[in-house]
């Protein structure tokens, strides 16, 4: 698990991670594919560095739980505004979706954590 500034890193930090990592490539249907990411396989990575680790290591006290679930939940409530869907894998796998498309969704998450705050 990462452990830089961990007790720092706010969901805007999480989420402007995961895009550099999403620009370097991005993949559908997979949280990792050939060193490319899906949007919640770069949102791991960006939190903890990898896309295989158990969700329970994050437990409500440890001090990377709240940016993370404030950076996943930006993203759900932009999927619905965007395409009524509110689950970020659905708006990654959409066939329609493209890599600029994902970049963009990045963008206004980041400003909208950056805006509230979080």
Not at 17 to 46: H, N, P, Q, T, Y
Not at 64 to 88: C, D
């Amino acid at each position: 698990m990462s452990t830089t500034n961990d007790t720092k890193r706010t969901a805007s930090d999480i989420l402007a991670e995961a895009k550099a990592i999403l620009e370097r490539g991005w993949c559908k249907g997979a949280l990792e594919k050939d060193g490319s990411f899906c949007a919640l396989g770069a949102v791991d990575m960006a939190t903890v560095g990898s896309t295989s680790f158990d969700l329970t290591e994050l437990s409500i006290d440890h001090p990377l739980f709240a940016p993370r679930t404030n950076a996943t939940s930006t993203l759900r409530a932009l999927a619905k505004e965007l395409t009524g869907k509110a689950s970020i894998a659905d708006y990654n796998n959409d066939p329609s979706t493209t890599h600029q498309d994902v970049l963009n969704w990045f963008d206004k998450a980041i400003a909208q954590a950056d805006e509230m705050g979080l």
